[in-house]
């Protein structure tokens, strides 16, 4: 089973509807982030946690909100989706403890089209 | 504020040839530096990391990575690529306090052909 998993894994909405994407890991992983990728611009952050009380906005927080259910459990919402926020979506964790504790571990992306 | 620029957005390259995926990074203060590997339709995963020591530094698949402090780069190298090695390949930097905030290139994509 994968450490870090996404739903849904596509999603097509329309202007105004309100969605949200959830993000589960099995690594006990205190820290989560929500990046978005775009062409050409990479992966830049939305939000992140570092651990259930502690949730912080990134580089381009306008137009999201997020929710740290447990420590296993972040979801990002959009609560009124527009056409520019089509992209594909990454959920990654991470933590300070041991050899990895430098690297963040992704999902496999949720690809999000907004008509 | 720290900065990642990938300066080829495509490389295309033969079966069995080397391959070099350049990275420059913009800090005022020290870094740690990533490069990830996203194979279609998956996520990001790490290839090889630099946090201190040999400023050579080999991760999987045969990939090496140079850490340059001088010229702010970390250029990414392979000596034979192989077609499955076709993603793209973004570059990371983080800052050397607490926390391990990721700042991301825009990507670069590797085309092998055949």
């Known amino acids: 089973d994968a450490d870090v998993t996404q739903t849904p894994r596509n999603r097509i909405t329309k202007t105004g509807k309100r969605i949200m994407l959830e993000c589960s890991q099995t690594?006990?992983?205190?820290?989560m982030y929500w990046y978005r990728q775009d062409p050409g611009l990479g992966l830049r952050l939305i939000y992140y946690?570092?651990?259930?009380?502690?949730?912080n906005k990134g580089e381009i927080s306008d137009g999201y909100s997020v929710s740290r259910q447990a420590q296993a459990k972040f979801s990002l919402s959009l609560e009124s989706a527009i056409p520019n926020q089509t992209a594909l979506y990454f959920c990654a964790t991470s933590d300070l403890r041991g050899s990895r504790y430098n690297e963040q571990f992704f999902g496999p992306g949720t690809r999000l089209t907004v008509l | 504020a720290q900065s990642v620029t990938q300066l080829d957005s495509q490389v295309p390259v033969f079966e069995e040839a080397p391959v070099e995926l350049r990275c420059n990074y913009s800090s005022s203060v020290s870094v740690y530096l990533f490069w990830y590997v996203q194979y279609p339709n998956q996520g990001l995963q790490l290839l090889l990391k630099y946090l201190s020591g040999s400023t050579l530094v080999k991760g999987i698949n045969g990939f090496e990575a140079e850490f340059n402090k001088s010229q702010t780069s970390f250029h990414l190298r392979k000596p034979s690529v192989h077609i499955s090695d076709t993603a793209e390949y973004f570059c990371a930097v983080s800052v050397r306090r607490a926390g391990n905030m990721l700042t991301f290139g825009g990507g670069t994509r590797l085309m092998v052909k055949p």
């Open positions: 946690s570092f651990d259930v009380k502690d949730i």
């Open positions: 690594k006990g992983h205190d820290r």
